[in-house]
């Protein structure tokens, strides 16, 4: 079995073990009639502010005896769950009619907590056998008043269950808020509140094994197939037209100049050399910074390489909804299992660069990505404990972490650094390197880096941006996102892409003469990452309803960690791809 096949398979393994964890206590979910079935309230928030979420019981809810925390997965605490044992008692076909659980008279400053909660849209999130409910806490009325002063604030008192079974299986489970049973918030003043719920169970013939369908049909509606489907045909146009018009001019031109310079040789020699043929002593000399470039396609490669692996497991069904915190088990367990493949690359590639401090470009590698993804983290942390949210990492996690990055990720590391120092692999320039590097001509200022990179960034980025919006709407909010066949055929769209116009912008330059294309190949690669972040700016502000330092400080600073591995994974593949094409066009000639 071939090592990344291996790796896969215990990733796998691993993610399925962490799935476990997060199951219902009754890990069959068999009951018999009477039976008691898990329900745990888990979080409540402003709808709109996905990040800022708190416990259930943070809000004035009667609190019953005997409160138990759920033991949580990684996963799931990466991902602010903090669940709890809630304060209804659903048992096995058990019915219930109006039945007070509590009654409770709320003080003004209760009263004031509930107003607020419901005038920021409060949902709260509870898991039934692993089923999740949701629902909003209360309600305004506006009933056509203007003035904000004139809305009357109300919450629900009443929740009415409808649960669905199959013989000895919970199948569905919906919640409805009683409209009728209303608790009026509007003034200080305090007041007596009577909370009540109802249970109804019936027989259905769906499957227990198809019961999760339900959320996962919803991303696959057939208008939103169709939107999908347009996208990538959109995309796949967009791809054929770039592809076939690149490949047809670079075809066309390159053949002329293989020709000409064919005649050249075969005419006088002394005749002075233009083009790209002229600076073949200096297309393959170092770039500078070696150690940076480098540790850039190290962790680029790593990035890669770790998205891959998440579009593996998502298109074997590991990431189902609601299957909470799979998804950041995977991303911690597979970055930590990939990091010898970044020191690895970045240390093989700068020995290739005759670099000679391989140590100091290991830690380099390592702090590229995780540096500023730590500072990012260490920064909205302290935002989400002073707002006392369920994004506030526990200390027990963050040392889980640390150990991770200390026990698995460095020594990774550094294993890979020492075989990609040992690999002795050299350098392959079709091309001799003269002494002295050749002056560049002066260029017009189109063919500086920052146009070069808009115009290599604006591509690849139409061809994701419809696809952007559902991802954005399923990270940012409450959308579900299941369709990752579709996911994974624009990614490869956007690399070929990527690779194109990356492999274009780097024959237009050497064309001109610039032989420093290193640097600039990676840099028109990664460009869309940038184009990503401007997206972000246009989604917040356009297409969502997020507001408040704290979940615009989580949006901005996650975000800006995603678009930079996407920079680093991007510029990776656009510098690939250029290298391969300057060796082929180079080993096509004769040079002296």
């Not at 299986?169 to 305090?190: F, Q």
């Not at 700068?350 to 540096?371: H, P």
């Not at 791809?577 to 000639?589: D, K, M």
Request: hydrophobic share 45%.
């Amino acid at each position: 079995m071939k090592p990344p096949a291996t790796l896969l398979l215990f990733v796998g393994a691993l993610i399925f073990f962490s799935a476990g964890n997060v199951s219902s206590d009754a890990s069959d979910h068999r009951y018999k009639e009477g039976d008691s079935v898990p329900l745990y309230a888990n979080k409540v928030g402003p709808f709109h502010n996905p990040s800022e979420t708190y416990r259930y019981f943070d809000l004035p809810f009667c609190v019953p005896e005997g409160v138990k925390d759920k033991k949580e997965a990684l996963g799931e605490v990466l991902n602010g769950d903090r669940l709890v044992s809630a304060p209804y008692k659903l048992n096995f076909r058990d019915e219930k009619d109006s039945e007070t659980y509590c009654k409770k008279k709320l003080s003004r400053e209760e009263v004031e907590q509930f107003r607020r909660a419901v005038e920021k849209d409060y949902y709260f999130q509870m898991y039934y056998d692993d089923l999740p409910i949701w629902g909003f806490i209360g309600k305004v009325d506006k009933e056509s008043k203007s003035d904000p002063s004139e809305f009357k604030y109300f919450l629900y008192k009443h929740i009415q269950f409808e649960i669905l079974y199959n013989k000895d299986r919970v199948i569905e489970i919906n919640a409805r808020m009683d409209p009728h049973s209303l608790l009026d918030l509007t003034e200080d003043k305090e007041v007596d509140a009577e909370f009540m719920y109802t249970v109804k169970w019936k027989e259905t013939e769906t499957p227990f094994e198809k019961r999760m369908d339900k959320y996962a049909m919803s991303s696959s509606l057939p208008h939103h197939l169709e939107i999908h489907w347009f996208s990538i045909i959109n995309s796949c146009v967009t791809v054929l037209l770039l592809t076939g018009f690149l490949a047809t001019i670079l075809m066309r031109v390159l053949k002329n100049d293989f020709m000409k310079y064919a005649q050249d040789e075969e005419a006088a020699d002394d005749q002075e050399e233009t083009g790209w043929k002229y600076i073949h002593g200096d297309v393959f000399r170092f770039p500078k910074h070696k150690s940076l470039f480098a540790a850039s396609l190290g962790s680029g490669t790593q990035l890669f390489t770790l998205t891959i692996f998440i579009f593996m497991l998502s298109l074997v069904g590991v990431f189902y909804p609601y299957n909470r915190g799979a998804l950041f088990t995977a991303l911690v367990v597979i970055y930590a299992l990939t990091s010898g493949i970044a020191g690895y690359t970045a240390s093989s590639f700068y020995c290739q660069l005759e670099g000679k401090n391989w140590v100091r470009n290991l830690l380099l590698t390592g702090g590229l990505f995780c540096g500023p993804l730590f500072l990012t983290f260490c920064f909205l942390n302290t935002v989400a404990i002073a707002y006392s949210a369920t994004a506030a990492l526990p200390f027990g996690t963050i040392v889980v972490i640390v150990l991770i990055w200390t026990l698995v990720t460095s020594p990774l590391l550094v294993l890979g650094g020492i075989a990609g120092k040992n690999s002795k692999a050299e350098f392959q320039a079709p091309v001799r390197t003269t002494k002295y590097p050749r002056e560049i001509p002066p260029l017009p200022w189109y063919r500086s880096a920052i146009p070069q990179m808009a115009m290599a960034g604006f591509l690849p980025f139409s061809a994701i941006y419809i696809e952007l919006y559902y991802i954005f709407a399923s990270v940012w909010g409450h959308r579900i996102y299941t369709i990752y066949s579709i996911l994974f055929i624009v990614f490869i769209i956007l690399l070929i892409v990527t690779a194109f116009i990356t492999v274009a912008l780097t024959y237009f330059q050497l064309a001109a003469e610039d032989h420093e294309w290193w640097w600039r190949s990676f840099l028109c690669g990664g460009s869309t990452g940038l184009f990503i972040y401007a997206y972000c700016l246009y989604y917040y502000y356009a297409r969502s309803d997020m507001s408040g330092f704290m979940q615009t400080s989580f949006f901005f600073g996650y975000m800006a960690c995603i678009c930079y591995g996407f920079f680093l994974m991007l510029g990776t593949v656009g510098f690939r791809a250029a290298l391969l094409f300057v060796r082929h066009i180079y080993r096509s000639i004769k040079c002296e």
